[in-house]
């Protein structure tokens, strides 16, 4: 098979799969789950908003009516509420095929969790590690479980200081933004190397979409939003075409575990999906290892995936 070619629509039947996708309501997680659902999966649609998923899910029922959809409420500013998800989950399946680490904010302003660290890095990387963490024995239990991290372009802007942007005098939200996605992509990496070290069937992917129409763009200002808007119009893609590199990254049977995927054209700005490369920090097993004890200790958890498979 050719290392750039794949063809979703003749992907195998997924009918006793079953895929969690965060923020599934709108844009890219919404678009995997059509796909999902179209392929005969058990989706789980992660949601904070109930009433947008609501309407996201009788969207995919208008078109498939024997799709097998299920709303859990998911809340990834809190870690209360991704602590009484888990067990929901737990309740009602025995396995997890698909996880994917799909929701995330965009640049807003600066707001703190998990008591001093900043929403960006919050809420798209350091809730995930939990979430993943949390549910990994149900992808364990899955006979090729995989993992899917959503991560950017923008992973160049950011930097290994994982505290530095949480205060007004340092909080850039660009470089928060890049900040956030560098970490998503670097735990990608570093799940894949634990999980080939602790002997497991599970794999580990990263992916990105290019530059994509989605409601990441909420929090930019007036004054941007006819830039943004051009921008779409001539450099960006459908979500529908941006959730391609996740699609592929969750179907693809040859595609190599620990593997980025992303858009084939100019600057991966868009085009067909493709493994790529990241930045020299992103490969990094040493800052991986630095970011992951970084994490465990900010979360008071830990995530070892040797006990899983003594």
């Not at 899910?57 to 208008?62: G, H, Q």
């Not at 888990?86 to 969790?113: R, S």
């Not at 602790?198 to 409601?215: D, E, F, L, Q």
Request: hydrophobic share 35%; charged share 25%.
């Amino acid at each position: 098979m050719d290392d750039d070619y794949f063809d979703y629509e003749s992907t195998i039947d997924l009918n006793r799969k079953v895929a969690l996708i965060t923020g599934a309501n709108s844009g890219l997680g919404l678009e995997t789950s059509k796909v999902l659902a179209q392929k005969g999966a058990t989706v789980i649609m992660a949601c904070r908003n109930l009433k947008k998923a609501a309407k996201a899910k009788n969207e995919i029922i208008e078109d498939l009516p024997d799709a097998k959809i299920e709303i859990m409420p998911l809340d990834l500013s809190s870690r209360r509420s991704i602590e009484e998800f888990v067990p929901k989950v737990e309740k009602k399946y025995d396995t997890i095929d698909f996880l994917v680490n799909n929701a995330g904010i965009m640049m807003p302003p600066l707001d703190l969790q998990y008591e001093d660290v900043e929403s960006q890095l919050a809420v798209n990387y350091l809730s995930h590690f939990l979430l993943t963490s949390l549910l990994f024995p149900m992808i364990e239990n899955a006979p090729e479980g995989r993992i899917i991290q959503l991560s950017s372009i923008a992973h160049r802007w950011g930097d290994t200081r994982w505290n530095y942007y949480n205060s007004k005098s340092t909080y850039d939200k660009k470089k928060a933004y890049g900040q956030s996605k560098l970490a998503c992509l670097m735990f990608a990496y570093e799940l894949q190397r634990r999980l080939s070290r602790s002997r497991s069937h599970v794999k580990s992917y990263a992916a990105h979409p290019g530059a994509s129409s989605t409601n990441l763009f909420q929090y930019v200002s007036p004054i941007q939003r006819p830039f943004i808007r051009l921008l779409e119009r001539f450099l960006f893609q459908d979500a529908e075409d941006g959730s391609m590199p996740t699609l592929r990254a969750l179907l693809d049977p040859y595609l190599n575990p620990g593997s980025f995927v992303g858009p084939d054209g100019f600057k991966e700005l868009k085009g067909e999906p493709t493994v790529v490369d990241s930045s020299r920090i992103s490969k990094d097993p040493v800052a991986a290892l630095k970011l992951w004890e970084w994490t465990e200790k900010k979360l008071n958890t830990t995530f070892d995936l040797e006990e899983w498979n003594e």
